[in-house]
Nanobody
C-alpha cells in the first residue's frame, strides 16, 4: 500500500520560511517524478512545484519561482519543498503526489501532471 505523508506546515509570518516534507512508503520514489500542489480555500488545486527522477530538473509556476525550491532524497524516500519569503497568498493546503509529468501544466494534457498517489495534505497559513 503506497502512502504519502506530508509534514512541516504551520503558521508563518509574511517573509518567513517553512520546509515541507513528504515521506513515501510502499514504493521507491527513485524512478518517480514527484509533484507538490496547493489548494487555497475556495480555489482549485494548483501545481506548485515538481521534480523529475533525475534531479535537479524541476519546474515552478511564476508565482513561486525564486522563492520555493523542491528537492528529493531518494535514500530517505522523501521529497521536500523549501518555501521562503512566504506571502499571504501562499496560504493553503499543500499536497505531494507521484506524477507522470513535470513541466508547465499548460503543455501537459494530463490533469495535475497525471498524479496517481496523493498525500493527505499539510496546512500552511501565512499571516501577521
Amino acid at each position: 500500500q503506497v502512502q504519502l505523508v506530508e509534514s512541516g506546515g504551520g503558521l508563518a509570518q509574511p517573509g518567513g520560511s517553512l520546509r515541507l516534507s513528504c515521506v513515501v512508503s510502499g514504493m521507491t520514489i527513485k524512478y518517480s517524478y514527484m509533484g507538490w500542489f496547493r489548494q487555497a480555500p475556495g480555489k482549485e488545486r494548483e501545481e506548485t512545484a515538481c521534480i523529475k527522477s533525475s534531479s535537479p530538473s524541476t519546474w515552478y509556476p511564476d508565482s513561486v519561482k525564486g522563492r520555493f525550491s523542491v528537492s528529493r532524497d531518494n535514500d530517505k524516500n522523501t521529497v521536500y519543498l523549501e518555501m521562503n519569503n512566504l506571502q499571504p497568498e501562499d496560504t493553503g493546503t499543500y499536497y505531494c503526489a507521484t506524477v507522470f509529468f513535470c513541466d508547465d501544466p499548460r503543455e501537459v494534457t494530463a490533469t495535475h501532471w497525471g498524479a496517481t498517489y496523493w498525500g493527505q495534505g499539510t496546512q500552511v497559513t501565512v499571516s501577521s
